[in-house]
C-alpha cells in the first residue's frame, strides 16, 4: 500500500510539472542582421552624433519581449557612450515613424566597449513593424558612439536607418518574440491548474511523511 501511495504522489508531481512547463509560450531569437557571415567579414562605422534606426518586423502570432544589442562598440577600452532608447509604431516611412510618441518611455543606454544591451519589454508588443533608434549619444572617457557593419543582403525583413537615412548595412542586434497570449488563451489556466496539483502533492506528501514519523 506504501507503495501503491509513493507511485501517486511521484506521479502527481510529475504532471503538475508538466502542466506548468508545457504551459509555457515558447520564446525564439531573430537576428536583425546576417549572423552567418564571419566577423572578419564587418566593419566599425563611428556615428558620432548621428542616430542609429533598425527597422523590423513581429510576425503574425508572435509578441515582442526583447530587444537586444549585441555589441555596442565604444572605440577602445575604458571608454564608454550613453545614449537614448526609444521604440515607435513604423507608420508610411522614418520621418512619420519619429514624429509619432514612443510606445513606452524613452530609456537611457550607458555602457563599455562592446558591451551587450538588453530592452525587455513588460508588456510584449504585437505583430507588426517597428522602429527603434538610438540617439542624442554621448561619449565618456573619449568613447565614440559606433556600430559593427554587417552587409545588407536582398530579402533582409529588417532595414537599417542611420540619421534617417536607409544604409546598406545592418548593425548587430536581434529581437526575442514568443507565441502571442491570443495563441495560447489557456496558459493561465494551465499555470493555475499546475501551481494546485503541485501544492497538493507537496501537503500529501508531507502528511504521509509525519504519519509515518508518528507510527
Known sequence: MKKVFSIFVFML?????????????ESSIISLYDDKL????????????NSWGTK??????KELINFTYIQL???????????????YLWDTDYATTVAKTPLIPQQTLTYGDNDKREIVFSE?????NYLVVLSDAQGKN??????????EKDGDLFETYIDGEEAEYNGMTEIIV???????PKTGDMNTTGFYMLVAAVL???VWIKHRSVA
Open 73 to 87: 562598440p565604444t572605440w577602445g577600452a575604458g571608454t564608454g557612450v550613453t545614449c537614448q532608447f526609444n521604440i
Open 38 to 49: 564571419d566577423v572578419s567579414e564587418r566593419t566599425a562605422e563611428q556615428l558620432n552624433d
Open 204 to 206: 500529501i506528501l508531507t
Open 142 to 151: 573619449g568613447g565614440i558612439f559606433t556600430t559593427w557593419c554587417y552587409p
Open 13 to 25: 508531481m510529475c504532471c503538475s510539472l508538466f502542466v506548468l512547463f508545457s504551459s509555457a509560450a
Open 124 to 128: 510584449p508588443l504585437k505583430a507588426g
Open 178 to 184: 514568443r507565441d502571442a497570449a491570443s495563441q495560447n
Open 56 to 61: 523590423f518586423t513581429v510576425p503574425e502570432g
